[in-house]
């Protein structure tokens, strides 16, 4: 069974791969939960486990996206909220459901981390030979090296949103697996947000709980501005 804390355990117990993360290109990838927010994501993920840390952070900031807002206000494009979510949307119990999502969560941070392009086939060799070192089980560690060789795939991710809780859930583990502070991985978030289409304020709520930098307000023109 795919389990996603054997890569989070795999990543805070090596500290060579710690410190390669810290030096930048090399552990890019392997960095992905250990640079900005992830470092403390991850402490969080190591007491309670990945998916509930992540489903938290989404919980929380959905409870705080809520208050004080009326069932008319919500934008068209947001995904309904058929009735009131309970932590149990976000995070479900052990099995089959859980084990889907810790794939999407791992997938969404690779994709992210991925977002600014910097990836090349030497330190994609550098990353690879780092995770091989680490104590992962044969499918995460084929899950993971299947991820990291394929190229950014952004539908991938957005085609796991089954539920507005999972969008939501996708959107956080995206943010707190880099540091977005620059221009490219900032687009890539609000276009992210976009797909998914999350309500601007659970966005903004998001971002408040992971203690990241506030969401760009106009995702539509920084997108145009990155690509040109």
Do not use: C
Not at 3 to 26: E, W, Y
Not at 126 to 137: C, H, M, R, Y
Not at 149 to 155: E, T
């Amino acid at each position: 069974m795919f389990n996603i804390d054997l890569i989070l355990k795999g990543l805070q117990n090596d500290k060579s791969t710690q410190r390669a993360a810290m030096t930048g290109a090399a552990g890019l990838a392997v960095g992905m939960l250990m640079g900005g927010g992830g470092k403390k994501f991850l402490k969080k993920a190591a007491t309670v486990g990945a998916i509930a840390a992540v489903g938290g952070l989404a919980y929380k900031a959905w409870q705080s996206s809520q208050q004080g807002q009326n069932p008319g206000e919500q934008p068209p494009s947001a995904k309904p909220w058929s009735t009131p979510a309970d932590r149990e949307a976000f995070i479900p119990e052990a099995g089959k459901d859980q084990e889907e999502l810790g794939k999407s969560l791992v997938r969404a941070m690779i994709a992210a981390a991925k977002a600014d392009g910097k990836i090349d086939a030497e330190e994609r060799e550098a990353i690879f030979f780092k995770l091989a070192q680490l104590q992962l089980g044969s499918e995460e560690k084929a899950f993971v090296f299947d991820e990291l060789a394929g190229p950014l795939d952004v539908d991938a991710v957005v085609a796991r949103a089954d539920t507005p809780q999972h969008a939501a859930e996708i959107y956080a583990a995206s943010l707190v697996a880099i540091d977005a502070d620059t221009e490219v991985e900032r687009a890539y978030l609000a276009d992210l947000a976009k797909r998914l289409s999350i309500d601007p304020r659970l966005v903004a709520e998001i971002h408040k709980e992971a203690g990241a930098q506030a969401p760009l307000l106009d995702p539509a023109a920084a997108l145009g501005t990155s690509r040109q």
